[in-house]
């Protein structure tokens, strides 16, 4: 059974940082890419930021510049490093990964989601 467990979310003030850290675990032959979604209230879930397995990284409109993806080199793990943090950033962010179980076999895979409010 494949698991993905964030953690790094939290309260912090517009202008501050955080980074959001992911790990997944279970039977993974392979992973394709590994990213971020995030979820405001009222608003669908939306991509921030994702990185393929041959280092390709995109990130969307409203974070480039301001968010950096990293793969933890050699290891199920991915980073979300978020600086000058918005109120509009407010938002569940939850971690996705692409990955084979098995040669011929793959999903999505979505982690519980961790929270983070950015609010003076």
């Known amino acids: 059974q494949v698991q993905l467990v964030e953690s790094g979310g939290g309260l912090v003030q517009p202008g501050g940082s955080l980074t959001l850290s992911c790990v997944a675990s279970g039977s993974i032959f392979h992973i394709v890419a590994m990213g971020w979604y995030r979820q405001a209230p009222g608003k669908e879930r939306e991509l921030v930021a994702s990185?393929?397995?041959?280092?390709?990284?995109d990130y969307s409109a409203s974070v480039r510049g301001r968010f950096t993806i990293s793969r933890i080199s050699g290891g199920n793990a991915v980073d979300l490093q978020m600086n000058s943090l918005k109120p509009d950033d407010t938002a569940v962010y939850y971690c996705n990964m692409r990955a084979y179980t098995a040669p011929s076999e793959w999903d999505d895979y979505w982690g519980r989601g961790t929270q983070v409010t950015v609010s003076s």
């Open positions: 990185r393929t397995a041959g280092g390709n990284s």
